[in-house]
């Protein structure tokens, strides 16, 4: 599987300003996807990232709120912008490979909004 | 609407003990089926995938899939405390479904 990391992996930010996570894999991927998962809860798709397209949010997110790079087959951002404490989560990106698309998650961005 | 159900636990078992872990689905479309295992403060790690009905093994880990039943289950054979962590059941319809996750307690 693919080996995946994410920068920052840890961040304690104030209300109002805008963090960018990156996702680094070290193979190229078509399918890379980012999800939050809040303070004891499953994991939530907030977008599907291809390379070359817009990226395509899930119900509930917005680009205005959470804007997405792909600029190659092995990177990708997400920018959380003008955050408030309900944006306090874990981030994951996760990338599909192989049969049946299988999916395999980074190690996580813990991101803390005062 | 596509959902995955999960007890959320915690299941509490003895070390050496089997954990059985269930899962059902609300709709026969998703072909295939993931459970992930996640230790606290970490990232979700692929488990076990499964495709067809039937029984697949990997080393103490056993899935079921019970298509005519919408069904999926997890095996742990001689749970260690190593095994104590959060399993998310997933079925993939076009996008990855996740279920809450069950809690797991392997006590010594």
């Known amino acids: 599987s693919a080996v995946i990391s994410q920068k920052p992996s840890r961040d304690i930010c104030q209300r109002g300003t805008s963090l960018t996570i990156q996702c680094q894999v070290d193979?190229?991927?078509?399918?890379m996807f980012w999800y939050r998962q809040q303070p004891g809860q499953s994991l939530t798709l907030i977008a599907t990232?291809?390379?070359?397209?817009?990226?395509?949010?899930e119900s509930g997110f917005v680009i205005d709120k959470f804007p997405i790079s792909r600029p190659n087959l092995t990177f990708s951002t997400l920018t959380v912008s003008n955050m408030s404490p309900e944006d306090s989560s874990i981030y994951l990106c996760s990338v599909a490979q192989g049969y049946q698309e299988t999916q395999y998650f980074g190690p996580g961005t813990r991101l803390l909004v005062l | 609407q596509k959902e995955v159900e999960q007890n959320s636990g915690p299941l509490s078992v003895p070390e050496g003990a089997i954990a059985s872990l269930n899962c059902t689905y609300s709709d026969r479309g998703s072909q295939s089926f993931f459970w992930y295992r996640q230790y606290s403060g970490k990232s979700p790690e692929l488990i076990m995938s499964i495709y067809s009905n039937g029984d697949k093994e990997d080393g103490r880990f056993t899935a079921q899939l019970n298509k005519a039943s919408q069904y999926v289950s997890l095996l742990i054979r001689d749970s260690q405390p190593s095994d104590s962590a959060t399993y998310l059941c997933?079925?993939?319809?076009?996008?990855?479904?996740f279920g809450a996750g069950t809690q797991v307690v392997v006590t010594p």
């Open positions: 990232a291809n390379q070359g397209s817009e990226a395509t949010y």
């Open positions: 193979s190229q991927v078509t399918m």
């Open positions: 997933a079925a993939l319809w076009g996008k990855l479904q």
